[in-house]
């Protein structure tokens, strides 16, 4: 049995003031990577350059990280923070920018890489990564994963390389103004990963035990996400699932719903959450050892129909899609053997199409 999780992790109301003494540890000088309005409005971006001012550290900031972030972006960030010899990154914001963040710092300190290089089997490091995630839904704060866009695979892809966050900083203060929307694809991002986690070929008992905790704690939050207002202590609540979920999926991966999703993302446009949450019904379908899946609907405490309409009522978007692109995309996600090997059955390229089919075709 194999557990690794290097980061250290601190969630609660002012923990970046309650740990600002840190800073002095990582780095003197700070890239500052954000995606293009959120960081400003929900007082993240204002107390991290607080903080730094308050250690004299020097940072400049780099605000036009975009959703899904382009191997393009983390080039042109990598090249201002190689120019400005910064030594740490600090990443505020969804996974989007955190992600960036991370690609970005290995793209500093691996001064021969470049645009076609980023992506290479050579295992390499980053300056260190400090994460403060803004959504509670990739857990990115404490995964070694960065997804980016590759527009010559038309995919997403992971960079693979394993940097995890030195340092992850979880204020749900910052998340308390966040729509309806953006909060509810982001919790079944969390939602999915305890549970690809779980019904993962990789699982064992640690990462069991933290799903069983992850997924009694995401009960806590249903009513909420349902009614749409969320308390502080829901939010909290999400920030620790999401940060529990990626403790898990930084052991045994993700699967099929995330594979799957990535082409709707992708093709479709459909926010990742979202994306991995129109699948859910029927990839919980396929299983045929149903004992852990049933586990899941005893610790939500849901009737199987309860968690099919809540995902149903939350998959809010119309995907106009044909049967071609099913049959081209599934074809695509079997050759996809990464993923594939993390589920722990057998599954055909059929069953794939109808997990396709039954979920977007209606
Ligand atoms: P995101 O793409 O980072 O952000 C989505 C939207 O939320 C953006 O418009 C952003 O605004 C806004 N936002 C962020 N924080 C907010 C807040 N506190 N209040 C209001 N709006 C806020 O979304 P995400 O779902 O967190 O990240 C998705 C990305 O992470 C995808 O690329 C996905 O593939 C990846 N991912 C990574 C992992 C991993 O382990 N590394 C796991 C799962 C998914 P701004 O752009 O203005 O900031
Ligand atoms: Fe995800």
């Known amino acids: 049995m194999k557990f690794f999780m290097p980061t250290e992790v601190f969630i609660g109301k002012n923990v970046i003031e309650e740990n600002k003494e840190k800073f002095r540890e990582i780095g ?18 204002e107390a991290i350059e607080k903080t730094l001012k308050e250690m004299n550290i020097e940072y400049l900031v780099y605000d036009k990280v975009e959703e899904n972030p382009t191997v393009e972006t983390v080039v042109l960030a990598g090249e201002i923070g190689r120019k400005e010899n910064v030594d740490f990154i600090v990443g505020i914001g969804g996974g ?22 980023l992506f290479t089997s050579e295992k390499l490091k980053s300056i260190p990564i400090v994460a403060v995630p803004t959504t509670a839904g990739t857990g990115t704060e404490t995964t070694q994963y960065a997804i980016l866009t590759d527009h010559v695979e038309k995919t997403k892809k992971n960079l693979g390389q394993e940097i995890f966050p030195v340092l992850s900083l979880v204020d749900p203060t910052f998340m ?19 549970v690809e986690g779980y019904l993962n070929t990789n699982a064992n008992k640690i990462s069991d035990g933290l799903a069983e905790t992850a997924l009694k704690e995401f009960s806590k939050t249903i009513e909420g996400l349902k009614k749409g207002t969320l308390s502080y202590e829901d939010r909290e609540s999400l920030a620790i699932v999401s940060n529990i979920a990626g403790i898990i999926i930084a052991q045994t991966g993700t699967s099929i719903p995330h594979g799957l999703g990535y082409s709707l993302t992708y093709y479709k446009n459909v926010p990742h959450g979202l994306a991995n949450g129109c699948l859910y019904k029927e990839y919980l379908k396929v299983f045929k050892n149903r004992e852990k899946v049933n586990k899941i609907y005893e610790l939500l405490g849901f009737e199987v129909e309860e968690l099919d309409e809540l995902l149903e009522s939350f998959c809010t978007v119309h995907i106009d899609i044909t049967e071609e692109e099913i049959k081209a995309w599934s074809k695509a996600f079997t050759n996809n053997k990464a993923k594939l090997k993390n589920h722990p059955e057998e599954i055909t390229e059929e069953d794939i199409v109808r997990i396709y089919k039954n979920s977007l075709l209606k």
């Open 28 to 45: 003197k000088k700070a890239l500052i990577v954000t995606g293009r309005s959120s960081s400003k409005k929900n007082g993240s971006l």
């Open 96 to 117: 989007s920018p955190i992600d960036a963040s991370k690609a970005i710092g290995v793209y500093i300190l691996n001064k021969n890489l470049t645009k076609e290089t």
């Open 176 to 194: 308390m103004g966040m729509s309806i929307g953006i909060t509810r694809n982001t919790a079944i991002d969390a939602f999915s990963h305890v």
